[in-house]
């Protein structure tokens, strides 16, 4: 038996390892899909990514981005430049996740790919004769341990549970996550030409999409252009053409992409569950992201690693740490979120408001490259009595 078992070895997942492992836990990190393994993400990482990734980089990073290209539905493109600051760095999430498995392994955790979840039981303690009937109390099992149950082989126990396994995963389910937006994302990784790399090297675009609180990017990543859109998953058709007509501004329709895919981005609702007895979620099995730009990477690495430290503490006797991990991801997390949803709401009706901040707006650009490399906050922009005024008034 272990005293962490980890499901998902994504950003959060390898997190939560790492950050069980190092505080002394036995670990260990199961993962579906064998490794290295393709995962639909722009790849983009800000500052707080960055900053708590915990690995070197130096090797990871495909280009650093100090310019921008704004554009309203793929009208009035502008280019704005920070030379020398870097707002992203692009990474490919394959090698980007198994950067961060590893670093879980060098902290001691096991690693077991080719895994697949089919359910969770918590129960009482385990004594000479096997496993007895679950009981819960004041919301945990006291001693408790859990059973992950796995296709094809013998169950995985543990002291606690992690899932790190996405909002369709077996764990959210079992924890009870509520969602309250669920966006479709688009995306498609083109080899272009040496010409072309040069053309967008260091640049990013972002496209103020025609869907209400849609938007489109590219990413530059060398001689690989990763070009995607997002939005809610009731405009899906409307999705489609406009990603198709955006691969066609870019002159890549002609272009067979290396990979071409689609992927949900679900958002926690307001008071959801992060526990259930002595099982933990983290990252996207949570619906943390930003409900606004739908990054998640940051929010994964920060959820996992308070994930895992909290798990930590409960396997070595402390189990008030399992009810302390989510007020701890409330506190660093919750305001970042609220504060996304106010700017998505002003976004969904005023696009064009967004669109000025960025390419006209003196100021404007500044801020949101501050906010990309970590300097500042949406949360803490909105703090600011003209900006809460401004928001209030158009969602009222």
């Known amino acids: 038996m272990f005293d962490v078992v980890v499901v998902g070895a994504g950003p959060a997942g390898a997190s939560a390892a790492r950050a069980a492992a190092r505080a002394?836990?036995?670990?260990?990190?199961?993962?579906?899909a064998e490794l290295p393994r393709y995962k639909t993400c722009g790849g983009g990482l800000v500052g707080l990514s960055i900053d708590h990734a915990g690995i070197d980089l130096s090797r990871l990073t495909r280009a650093s981005v100090d310019q921008l290209t704004v554009a309203l539905d793929g009208r009035l493109v502008r280019t704005r430049r920070r030379p020398g600051r870097p707002m992203l760095s692009m990474v490919m999430r394959s090698e980007f996740d198994r950067a961060l498995v590893g670093?879980?392994?060098?902290?001691?955790?096991?690693?077991?790919?080719?895994?697949?979840?089919?359910?969770?039981?918590?129960?009482?303690a385990v004594d000479g004769h096997g496993i007895a009937a679950g009981r819960v109390?004041?919301?945990?099992?006291?001693?408790?341990?859990?059973?992950?149950t796995v296709r094809g082989g013998p169950d995985v126990a543990a002291r606690v549970v992690?899932?790190?396994?996405?909002?369709?995963?077996?764990?959210?389910?079992?924890?009870?996550?509520?969602?309250?937006?669920?966006d479709v994302g688009l995306e498609g990784e083109f080899p272009v030409d040496a010409a072309v790399a040069r053309r967008w090297a260091g640049r990013m675009l972002i496209d103020l999409g025609p869907v209400p609180g849609s938007y489109a990017w590219l990413f530059p990543k060398g001689e690989i252009l990763t070009v995607g859109?997002?939005?809610?998953?009731?405009?899906?058709g409307a999705l489609r053409a406009y990603y198709a007509d955006v691969v066609r501004r870019l002159g890549l329709d002609g272009v067979t992409p290396l990979h071409d895919s689609g992927h949900l981005a679900r958002v926690r609702a307001v008071g959801s569950p992060l526990r259930r007895g002595r099982v933990l979620v983290?990252?996207?099995?949570?619906?943390?992201?930003?409900?606004?730009?739908?990054?998640?990477?940051?929010?994964?690495?920060?959820?996992?690693?308070?994930?895992?430290?909290?798990?930590?503490?409960a396997a070595a006797g402390e189990p008030s740490a399992l009810g302390d991990y989510p007020r701890r991801v409330e506190a660093a997390l919750g305001p970042e979120m609220d504060a996304g949803r106010e700017v998505q709401a002003v976004f969904a009706r005023r696009p064009g408001l967004l669109y000025a901040s960025l390419a006209v707006v003196p100021g404007g650009f500044g801020l949101f490259g501050r906010m990309l490399a970590g300097r500042s906050t949406v949360a803490n922009q909105l703090r600011r009595p003209g900006v809460r005024a401004l928001t209030a008034a158009i969602t009222r």
Request: net charge negative; charged share 25%; proline share 2%.
């Open 24 to 32: 002394g836990a036995t670990v260990c990190l199961l993962e579906r």
């Open 103 to 124: 670093s879980a392994h060098a902290a001691g955790a096991v690693i077991r790919t080719g895994v697949h979840v089919t359910g969770i039981r918590e129960h009482d």
């Open 137 to 148: 109390v004041d919301g945990h099992v006291p001693d408790g341990r859990v059973a992950v």
């Open 162 to 182: 992690i899932g790190a396994d996405g909002t369709s995963g077996r764990v959210g389910t079992y924890v009870g996550v509520r969602l309250d937006q669920v």
């Open 229 to 236: 859109v997002i939005g809610s998953r009731d405009d899906g």
């Open 282 to 313: 983290a990252g996207d099995a949570a619906g943390l992201l930003d409900p606004w730009t739908r990054e998640g990477i940051s929010f994964a690495l920060r959820s996992g690693r308070l994930a895992g430290e909290a798990a930590a503490r």
